[in-house]
């Protein structure tokens, strides 16, 4: 049976009893889940919660406190029990229909605002959009640009237009519930994709809190995890302009493979990018296609 404190607990014991439970349960960021989820139940900022460390806990709280635990305790993301995620410098809302946005890819965004100019009109396409996270966040440092994402599921459709409006970013962001392969020729001056990536066969390996909690058609990406890479280097005479940009995450043993298949469809290699942990995350490349294969 889980308890996420005892009886007239304050916010240091709480806290403190929850933070055991989590290293107990193996849980990776312990303290660091214990403090968010006791922040966000009595509405506390992280330094509110250490000015206040004697003060007690409300029955309602305690439940909800109770809860919070035993869903984590079965490695739900912290973000996905409070239903939203930190992201650049946004909180983006998370559901199950959506992809949980992950540190690692701020990584595109870090590399696209290093290679255009922030000040032109430009136009942005975000395949595979999920939350809205990419688009939305290049928006924001991005004043004249305008974009569209695209997501298969019309559920993460609705998830990244909420979180469009809760951004003020609704006149400068449009999302399309539609197969990307389905997408008319629309030439962009951007396009960014955190597609699927994982190999089937790599299911078993995954994490509980990405197995079991990110839907399936945002994480497979076919037999050997690059099924959209090649879809997507086949996208790109209709949705790419010459000389235009693209920026992909990718997984971090495939730079060799991807950018083989990218090297096929005329693209020019600007840069690898790493990520914190020092792995291959952004691919970035220029179109500029011969012309025996426009």
């Not at 290679?115 to 004249?144: A, F, M, R, W, Y």
């Not at 997408?183 to 960014?192: C, E, G, N, R, S």
Request: charged share 25%; glycine share 6%.
């Amino acid at each position: 049976m889980v308890t996420a404190q005892h009886k007239g607990a304050t916010l240091q014991s709480a806290w403190r009893e929850i933070r055991k439970q989590f290293t107990d349960a193996g849980i990776d960021t312990p303290t660091l889940d214990a403090r968010l989820l006791v922040q966000s139940v009595l509405g506390l900022t992280h330094e509110e919660l250490l000015m206040r460390p004697h003060q007690p806990l409300t029955p309602e709280q305690e439940s909800t406190l109770a809860s919070y635990t035993a869903r984590r305790l079965k490695h739900e993301p912290v973000s996905r029990i409070l239903g939203k995620r930190g992201f650049w410098k946004s909180f983006f809302k998370v559901t199950p229909a959506t992809l949980d946005p992950r540190p690692d890819s701020e990584t595109l965004i870090e590399a696209a605002l290093k290679h255009v100019d922030k000040n032109k009109p430009l136009t942005i396409l975000d395949l595979g959009t999920g939350t809205g996270c990419l688009l939305l966040s290049l928006l924001q440092e991005l004043p004249q640009a305008t974009g569209i994402g695209v997501d298969i599921s019309a559920e993460a459709i609705d998830v990244a237009k909420e979180n469009a409006e809760s951004l003020g970013l609704t006149d400068r962001a449009s999302f399309m519930s539609i197969d990307w392969n389905e997408l008319q020729a629309t030439p962009f001056d951007i396009v960014i994709s955190n597609p699927p990536y994982i190999a089937l066969a790599e299911e078993e390996n995954l994490a509980p809190e990405v197995r079991d909690y990110d839907p399936a058609t945002a994480l497979f990406g076919g037999a050997d995890g690059l099924d959209c890479y090649r879809d997507i280097v086949r996208l790109l005479p209709r949705v790419l302009k010459l000389d235009g940009l693209l920026f992909l995450e990718i997984g971090a043993t495939q730079a060799k493979d991807v950018k083989g298949i990218t090297g096929q469809a005329g693209l020019t290699m600007l840069h690898t990018i790493a990520d914190l942990a020092g792995h291959d995350r952004c691919l970035v490349a220029r179109y500029t296609p011969r012309p025996e294969i426009e």
